[in-house]
Antibody, heavy 121, light 106 residues
């Protein structure tokens, strides 16, 4: 079955760049016309969609984060990545990668387990 | 941007009871709405997409209904594993999630 796994530093200093990678296993990312997304959740809060990428490299970002976020994809490694610049304490959250978020599969049907990223000096 | 409101904030029920959760959108979402369940310490799990379609492997006790601005998730008879937080998500505009409804044990 298809599985997603997030990886990256759990601690980032303020003003630095938060970088995470999601590895997709069990199937090629290029099969099935899926978008691939990042979603985050601060402690005790709801979910916030960060952005999505297609295997062609086409991206769409949440307007509230667009100036600081970039997504990339490496289909040869079956991975996609998140970079969030100028991190602040408000970026502290559990970060999830997920499949979905674009036509025709708008709902997120597969999720990674999530990784906690803390922004602190 | 569509704003989603979920009610109630907390629903206290006993196993075997029926749960009715509401999600209201600030403007029409047609049927572009999904529901997720999140248990403590776990990632969200897709339950319902396109307002009323059950995701793969989701038990029949979960059902979704509605269109436009008013949507409902119904759990016909609560099992112990159903006590969790439930989120709705719209997909017609930018992707946004509601604040969640916690279903806890009475």
């Amino acid at each position: 079955q298809v599985e997603l796994q997030e990886s990256g530093p759990g601690l980032v200093k303020p003003s630095q760049t938060l970088s995470l990678t999601c590895t997709v296993s069990g199937a090629s990312m290029r099969i099935g016309s899926h978008y691939w997304s990042w979603i985050r959740q601060a402690a005790g809060k709801s979910l916030e969609w960060i952005g999505r990428i297609y295997t062609t490299g086409s991206t769409t970002y949440n307007p509230s984060l667009t100036s600081r976020v970039s997504l990339s994809v490496d289909t040869s490694k079956n991975q996609f990545s998140l970079r969030l610049t100028s991190a602040t304490a408000t970026d502290t959250a559990v970060y999830y990668c997920a499949r979905g978020g674009g036509w025709p599969h708008w709902a997120f049907d597969l999720w990674g387990r999530g990784t906690l990223v803390t922004v602190s000096s | 941007e569509i704003v989603l409101t979920q009610s109630p904030g907390t629903l206290s029920l006993s196993p075997g009871e029926r749960a009715t959760l509401s999600c209201r959108a600030s403007q029409s979402a047609n049927t572009n709405l999904a529901w997720y369940q999140q248990r403590p310490g776990q990632a969200p799990r897709l339950l319902i997409y396109e307002a009323s379609k059950r995701a793969t492997g989701i038990p029949a006790r979960f059902s979704g209904s509605g269109s436009g601005t008013d949507f409902t998730l119904t759990i016909s008879s609560l099992e112990p594993e159903d006590f969790a937080v439930y989120y709705c998500q719209e997909t017609i505009n930018w992707i946004t999630f509601g604040p969640g409804t916690k279903v806890d044990i009475k």
